[in-house]
């Protein structure tokens, strides 16, 4: 089973350069050799900040405990924390659908996010509507859940889930059209609290690398 490992912060002021050959050479590799794989950076296109997300997967619980218990981990930190700030880091297991489905690098896509918690005593009508109408309700927009967590260790509401579409335009046009107000409109008043959504862009600093390897794969 997949832990997800989320991170969230924003760049110093004056930092971007060298924050940029930082992130690239140096952390992102480091985590990887950790066991910490990255499959996904993102910055908030539309949505509250910290502004960028770092998305990675490991594999079991106590890989990711021996992983940031770490020297070299503790070393990554403290280095990220001369370049960032407003940073917090958030783990989720995955529920429902995505069980049992391996988070793998999307490339080049966007996603839809939602964040919120269960209202008490709705457990099973939340898992119903859902199953019955949020999931086929995004298949048909073009934007598909493909991910649903829940948070394990963090703050903020407790359930994630995720939509993916090919682009901006497509979220933007799905987010538009009655059914998914409706349907965003009921989850948000009938089955939660907290609630609220992200537009997340992709940065490429994941994306690319991964891409350059594949290509180099077939030579």
């Known amino acids: 089973m997949s832990i997800l490992f989320v991170q969230h912060w924003d760049v110093i002021p004056g930092k971007f350069d060298e924050y940029g050959t930082f992130i690239s050479n140096y952390y992102n590799p480091g985590l990887g050799k950790l066991g910490i794989r990255l499959v996904g950076g993102y910055y908030v296109k539309v949505g509250e900040g910290p502004r960028v997300v770092a998305v990675a997967t490991v594999d079991e619980a106590d890989n990711l405990r021996r992983a940031i218990s770490s020297r070299e981990y503790r070393e990554l930190s403290a280095r990220l924390s001369d370049h960032v700030w407003k940073y917090s880091n958030k783990i989720y297991v995955p529920v429902g659908r995505t069980e049992k489905a391996p988070y793998v690098i999307q490339t080049g896509v966007f996603k839809l996010t939602h964040y919120y918690n269960v209202l008490y005593g709705m457990e099973e009508e939340h898992v119903k509507f859902v199953r019955e109408e949020v999931i086929p309700t995004m298949e048909r ?18 359930m994630l889930a995720e939509c993916t579409g090919r682009n901006l335009a497509v979220i933007s046009e799905a987010i538009q059209n009655d059914h998914y107000r409706k349907t965003a409109r009921t989850l948000k008043n009938k089955y939660t609290t907290d609630y609220s959504s992200r537009i997340l862009a992709p940065t490429g600093r994941i994306e690319i690398p991964y891409l350059l390897s594949e290509m180099m794969k077939k030579f």
């Open 141 to 158: 927009l073009n934007i598909p859940v493909t991910g649903a967590w829940r948070m394990a260790i963090g703050s903020g509401p407790r």
